[in-house]
């Protein structure tokens, strides 16, 4: 069972550990597979999903809105994440002719209305928006935040993808302070500790959430020189930690940066979201946290 921790004091805390939805469809679920994840998901204290309008090619809050129905008071055990602004063609929507952004305040409007729909909620806990969209502006943006939040369909806003300055400027413009920037963290992508992002998450005391946690599977990819070197340093720390596997201290690296991430896990398999959970009581050791670091940069820090 993992905790809840506090968090952003102008709202409320997640779990510690996210459960995300962009694969959910991928082998083709049925509700009640769902509905069953999400229980589990409940029992081991993950509850709060991370979802989005694009997942599945505009499918996924659909399939999670008819699971969650299976199991009345369900929805009210979690924490609903969604995002939007991503638009992409297909036979969805077949007038679209290019893929884009779009983060204004009317798009993102009618974007959490059908993701309330869908979902067969009143109102969302966290509502981001996707990527950002060089073609509004900050104010535009900030305006359909605010009265989302003012009207109540979203309990708070945050962002995804965003550089520390286009979260900055986004922020200086809102009536309550971003929740969050849902950014990619792993062993095989750092970025965000070295670019400011996590720095500003630390000032603004706003925890980020890192998406891709086990970088999309690529951690145990046999191909990645990365993921070998990862795997030896792993098997070799592994008795101090009771036996933790490569994809547990994974999960730990992401967790002991001090903006405290929430990871995000995204298998589909019940017995790997048990796994992940154990990952939350772990405390790396400072020496290890760096090992984990020279190992997936093949270097020696500077
Ligand atoms: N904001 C954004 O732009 C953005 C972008 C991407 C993702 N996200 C969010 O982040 C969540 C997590 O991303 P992610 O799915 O890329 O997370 P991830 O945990 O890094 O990768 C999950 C993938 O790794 C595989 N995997 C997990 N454990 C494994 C193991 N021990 N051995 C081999 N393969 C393993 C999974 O396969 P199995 O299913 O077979 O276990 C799955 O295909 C998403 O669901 C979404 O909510 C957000």
Redo the contacts with the bound molecule.
Sequence with gaps: MIRDVPSHPQTFSLSSM?Y?????L??GPSPQDINRRLNRCVELGVTAI???EI?GLYQVEEALGNAMALSPGLRNKLSLIT?AGIYVPGAHSPTRKVGHYDATAAQLSASVERSLRLLRCEQVELF?V??PDWLTSIDDTARGLNQLVQEGKIRSAGV??YSASQFAALNSRMEVPLFTN???F?LLHMDPIVDGCFDQCQQEQVRPMA???????R??DPNESAARRLAEVAAGMSYRYGGA???QLAYAWVMSHPSRPYP??????IE?IESAVKASSIRLEREDWYALWVAAQGRHVP
């Design positions: 996210v995300g939805t962009w694969r959910l991928d082998d991370d979802t989005a997942y995002k981001l996707h990527r995804s993808n849902q950014v990619e792993h998406w891709s946690p086990l970088a999309g599977g951690l145990f596997t490569l994809e995000i896990i995204g298998t589909n398999r790997r």
